[in-house]
Structure formats: structure tokens, C-alpha cells
């Protein structure tokens, strides 16, 4: 895609949505990183409901840590792998208090040292909570990237490269939460609306659902 194409891209979904943002629930950065370490393979529905009553009794890494892990399961039992990051959370939380003072680092090498945080959560917690523009590509952005001919690559980590260098600066910031939004409900998976979209003329996609 050309570069004039990509700044009008990206022109027309900040046209749409002047300040997207993530539809994760959270208050703070603390509750972001549970939040996205949470939404691994779930719904941003799902960890909205089991969010909403966690972070009631347990918002800080301190009292995620005396919660506990089965604790901690009783409230996100219904999330896929909750096993897994009940273990991952109580760690990170003991990690964060006892290495960073109870505070999210906002630094991309010490998020990746946190149990359960790897690149892709790593990139929304610094976009997110630290105004970092990392874009961090997820199934959604992958499959848009690729679909449109935007930033065409065969990884999440080489789609995260291209975007870098195609996506203008003025749009590095918000082009995570715009590129996600558009993939989960505009550029869906098994039928696209492209009837509908307003990128469909700048689209390089050859299958264009047209019904």
C-alpha cells in the first residue's frame, strides 16, 4: 500500500473515532496488566465481568498477592487458562512489589520479565497506560494488516515491524486501538463487511464480501 494510502487510511478511522481507545475495564495501570494478561485467548467481554468483581476485593499487586491463587480462580473461573494466570498473576503481582515497589514498569524489558506478559501484552500496557506508540498485533490487527495489503507479513512480530515503518507518527499512538476495532467488528474473520467499510476503496483485498 502505498504511503498516500496509508495516511488516508488512517485519516478516515481517526475521522471515525477521534480517540479510541481499549474496551478493556480498568482504573489503573495495575489493572490494565490484569486485565490483558487475563484476556489472553478470552473476550474483552468475559474479563470485563470477571474484572468487575476482582478488582472490587483485589485492585492492587498487594492484595492480589493475599487473595492467593484459588483465591484468585473463584473470580476468573470462567476465562480460558485460568490455571495458568492465576499462577502468572500472583507472581507478577509478588515481581511488581518486590523489584518495582508495587508500580507497572513502563519499560518494555521489565513488563517481559513479568510472568504471563509477553510482547503483544507488553506493547498494549506501554500504548495503553504509558501513551507509548507501540502497536501491538494481535488476531485482529494481523488479519488486517494482511488482508488490506497495509503491513502484509507471515508473523505477528514482522506485521509489528512493517507497521512501524509504514504507519505515520501522527497516527503511531492510536493505530493499535483503531487497526483491533476495525478487525473485530468491521474486517471479521469469516465474513468481512466490506459493503460497509469506509476503507473499501483503499482495501487491496481481492475476496471482497460485496452481498
Not at 133 to 144: E, G, N, Y
Request: charge should be positive; charged fraction near 30%.
Amino acid at each position: 500500500m502505498s504511503p498516500d494510502r496509508v495516511r488516508e487510511l488512517f485519516e478516515r478511522l481517526r475521522a471515525t473515532n477521534p480517540r479510541p481507545t481499549t474496551e478493556l475495564r480498568y482504573d489503573s495501570p495495575f489493572e490494565l496488566l490484569v486485565a490483558v494478561v487475563l484476556s489472553a485467548q478470552a473476550t474483552d467481554l468475559s474479563v470485563n465481568r470477571a474484572t468487575e468483581r476482582l478488582f472490587r476485593v483485589a485492585n492492587t499487586p498487594e492484595a492480589i498477592v493475599r487473595l492467593g491463587e484459588e483465591g484468585l480462580k473463584r473470580h476468573i473461573r470462567h476465562i480460558g487458562l485460568y490455571n495458568t494466570k492465576a499462577k502468572n498473576l500472583v507472581r507478577l503481582s509478588r515481581i511488581l512489589l518486590e523489584r518495582h515497589g508495587g508500580r507497572v514498569p513502563a519499560e518494555r524489558k521489565a513488563l517481559e520479565a513479568l510472568p504471563g506478559v509477553g510482547r503483544k501484552t507488553a506493547n498494549v500496557v506501554l500504548n495503553t497506560a504509558f501513551g507509548h506508540p507501540t502497536i501491538a498485533v494481535d488476531t485482529h490487527i494481523f488479519r488486517v494488516a494482511n488482508r488490506t495489503g497495509l503491513a502484509p507479513g507471515k508473523t505477528p512480530l514482522e506485521v509489528e515491524k512493517k507497521l512501524e515503518q509504514v504507519v505515520p507518527d501522527e497516527f503511531k499512538k492510536d493505530a493499535h486501538h483503531w487497526l483491533i476495532l476495525h478487525g473485530r467488528y468491521v474486517c471479521t474473520a469469516r465474513k468481512p463487511k466490506c459493503k460497509t467499510c469506509i476503507l473499501r476503496d483503499l482495501c487491496e483485498y481481492p475476496d471482497k464480501n460485496l452481498e
